[in-house]
């Protein structure tokens, strides 16, 4: 009896190491919970990132060039120019892109999404109305996929960024810039961006983004939110995420030209007095939106659609549904047959038990072959 009490006592007694070290053909493997990095890692890899940037902003302050340049490549080669009477009566259009970039093996499935047609009518508030509904349909077709019984392949379609680019030629947000953003801000991240800046001088561009900035304080907008970093980061990481927030809103160019300068092909536009290097970081702030974009926020942009805007859109949803139902319940008054409706829900009732009682069977069934 005393051998079994010990023997009992020693199974209950926790390992101490949890992880063993071994040697297989000359290498020392981890045997362990601390391969799970390993394994998700492999998994999320083999399985691929879905990311989707929407652009919006007035016709001609190069959308679709920021774009080119930012990933290098064509995305618009049988875009039509429209003529300004066309643009009198236009109405705002969404076109999807999908562009499939792979780097070090990791393959990351790009959608942009073109808004042709912004503030181009007379009726510029009406201009917003699409993107809008276009973003809460994304929300909806994911809302409704989660809420389905095939979840394993939900196609995530919803709008992680949207690059909203502001007019150089103005003195900070026109009211149709006020009026969108306050719409769109609880719905999707915002990176506000200075368009064409190679046209203002560098004191105009930092009076410039001061005035923006102020308005989106003024107007209670509320624009990407940088992360804090971790205690734990290098230096240098630090160094370069001050610099990112500080840059808040990018000052960008755009270029499709390839020049040479001094051996190297780069993306620049030439001018008669000089070159302007998109990629210079002394010339614009492409190359810091570039890195925030795609390199160190790309995750942080998702986390939070996931974790804010979608899940701020989900209690509307389910808040919504409990209402309904609770109007939809039927109401009897004195002169209704309250046993007539008794007796119709027994019988759905009844129906229901039935039919979880089949399942069950089905399912027993299925287990014992």
Known sequence: MKDDVENQQETRRPRRKLTQQIVYKGK????????????IHRKVIKKGFHFTIMVVGE???????????????????????????????????????????????????????????????????????????????????????????????????????????????????????????????????????????DTLTKSEITRHKAKVLQDIKDHGIKAYDFPECDPDESADFKRQDAELKAAIPFAVIGSNAVTEIAGKRIRARVYPWGVIEVENE??????????????????????????????????QCIQTANNNNSIEKPQLNKGSNVEQLLNEKDEEIKKMQAMLEAMQRQMTASVVL
């Open 282 to 315: 002394k010339h614009c702030d492409f190359s810091k939106l570039k890195r925030m974009l795609i390199g160190t926020h790309l995750q942080d942009l998702k986390d939070v659609t996931e974790e804010y805007h979608y899940e701020n859109y989900r209690a």
């Open 59 to 197: 016709s001609g302050l190069g959308k679709s060039t920021l774009i080119n340049s930012l990933f290098m490549t064509d995305l618009y080669q049988d875009r039509k120019i429209v003529g300004v009477e066309d643009r009198l009566d236009s109405t705002v259009s969404i076109h999807a892109q999908n562009l499939d970039i792979e780097e070090s093996g990791v393959k990351l499935r790009l959608t942009i999404i073109d808004t042709p047609g912004f503030s181009d009518s007379l009726h510029g508030k009406d201009s917003i109305d699409p993107i809008e509904e276009y973003i809460d349909q994304q929300f909806h077709q994911y809302f409704q996929a989660e809420s389905g019984l095939n979840r394993k392949n939900i196609q995530d379609s919803r709008v992680h960024c949207l690059l909203y680019f502001v007019s150089p030629y103005g003195h900070g947000l026109k009211p149709l810039d006020v009026e969108c953003l306050k719409r769109l801000h609880h719905k999707v991240n915002i990176i506000p961006l200075i368009a064409k800046s």
């Open 28 to 39: 020392e493997e981890c045997i362990g919970f601390a391969t799970l990095p390993d394994q």
